[in-house]
């Protein structure tokens, strides 16, 4: 098989500690150049890829060599704007989350892929994760029955602040952490989505998002995030027709009831739980999903397919972030002009 010549766009942290341990360890993948605007940081690349080309920017990059896909993590920014110069040239577009900074943006980024039938990605790992592999396996099996209703809790504590230039530290949280939470509603809720009910709570510099969401599948999910919390904590349940409800405990422990369940040893028992965890030896990567998430995007490069986190499959969870920094910008303004009258029902938002 002939290798996927790479470069890499952004040699900053994540680059470093996930990305890059990721790709090394890829077979028929081969990094051949690198970019940074920073010199010191683009070099660094030379220990662990001696004597590729480094280049400052991604402009030069594309001019002087020739690269099948660009892997880049930097600000969305630069995501938008070296993804718009790579599809541009045929080339094929991986870059982490956020992609871009806006729905607009990503309306334009996935009009840019398909009139030039290049492959994208974006790097929702989570969806890749073994934990959450092994959830959707499991949710999709016959004797789970159909999936009815989602809950994700996804605590965190940061950003607090607005981040990349933004002017709103609630985007900055959606783009940065929320992102994958509703990537994963999304994912689990199968089908269109059809509506969206965010609500945004501020107390001093922090954030407490919840929503509920209805797929045309008919699953619903319900939502609860933001930067209150006193450390990261994922919780996720998905509940079915057949009254089986699964759990997963950060990212980790996997705990599934049954009103009835029989083996061989047990013969049938009533109110069965069962559990499951990644293997001790698994691989960080793998576990993580940043290695699976690659591999299934150079696939596709490879066969000229379709990659399922694609920028295409982000524009739903781009709709949520919309609606929900709408929600905020429209309470505001009620606050403002009503503040006197209290809201009875929060409404939901146009998609
Ligand atoms: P970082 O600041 O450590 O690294 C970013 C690098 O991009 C820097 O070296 C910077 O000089 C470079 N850069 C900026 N603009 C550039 C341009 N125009 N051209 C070339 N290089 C440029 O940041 P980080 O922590 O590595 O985060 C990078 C991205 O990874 C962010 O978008 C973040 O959201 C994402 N990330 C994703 C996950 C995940 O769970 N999937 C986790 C952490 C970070």
Redesign the pocket.
């Known amino acids: 098989m002939t290798a996927i010549k790479v470069g890499l766009?952004?040699?900053?942290?994540?680059?470093?500690?996930?990305l890059l341990p990721s790709l090394l360890q890829m077979p028929d993948v081969r990094i051949i150049a690198a970019?940074?605007?920073?010199r010191a940081?683009?070099t660094e690349i030379h220990r662990f890829v001696p004597g590729i080309p480094v280049k400052?920017?991604?402009v030069d990059l594309l001019k002087d060599i020739h690269v099948d896909a660009l892997v880049?993590?930097?600000?969305?920014?630069?995501?938008r704007?070296?993804a718009l110069l790579a599809m541009q040239r045929g080339v094929a577009a991986f870059?982490?989350?956020?992609p871009c900074s806006t729905l607009a943006e990503l309306e334009e980024l996935v009009d840019v892929a398909n009139r030039h039938g290049v492959v994208t990605g974006v790097?929702?790992?989570?969806k890749f994760a073994k934990p959450i592999r092994q959830l959707r396996e499991m949710t999709t099996s016959r004797e789970f029955g159909d999936t009815l209703f989602v809950q994700i809790n996804h605590y965190a504590n940061k950003p607090r602040t607005p981040?990349?230039g933004l002017d709103s530290s609630l985007r900055s949280f959606l783009?940065?952490q929320a992102i994958?939470t509703i990537d994963l509603a999304v994912t689990f809720g199968r089908g269109e989505l059809i509506d969206v009910r965010p609500r945004v709570q501020r107390h001093s510099d922090g954030l407490i998002v919840n929503g509920d969401l209805t797929f045309s599948s008919g699953v619903t999910a319900s939502l609860l995030s933001g930067t209150t919390f006193p450390y990261f904590e994922f919780q996720m349940k998905v509940v079915s027709s057949t009254s089986t409800m699964v759990e997963l405990d950060n990212l980790w422990n996997m705990t599934v009831h049954e009103p009835e369940h029989g083996t061989n040893v047990t013969g049938v028992a009533k109110r069965w739980r069962g559990t499951w965890q990644p293997g001790p030896l698994d691989s960080g990567y793998e576990r993580?999903g940043?290695y699976g998430e690659l591999l299934a995007f150079f696939d596709a490069v490879r066969a000229r397919g379709c990659f399922e986190a694609d920028y295409a499959s982000l524009l739903p969870t781009y709709r949520v972030i919309e609606a929900i920094c709408q929600e905020e910008t429209e309470s505001a303004f009620e606050g403002l002009s009503l503040r006197s009258q209290s809201r009875s029902e929060h409404t939901a938002i146009a998609l």
């Open positions: 766009v952004g040699i900053g942290a994540q680059m470093k500690e996930n970019c940074d605007t920073d940081r683009v400052d920017s991604v880049m993590a930097g600000p969305p920014q630069m995501h704007e070296a870059v982490e989350k956020p790097g929702m790992n989570f981040l990349w783009l940065a994958h993580s940043y």
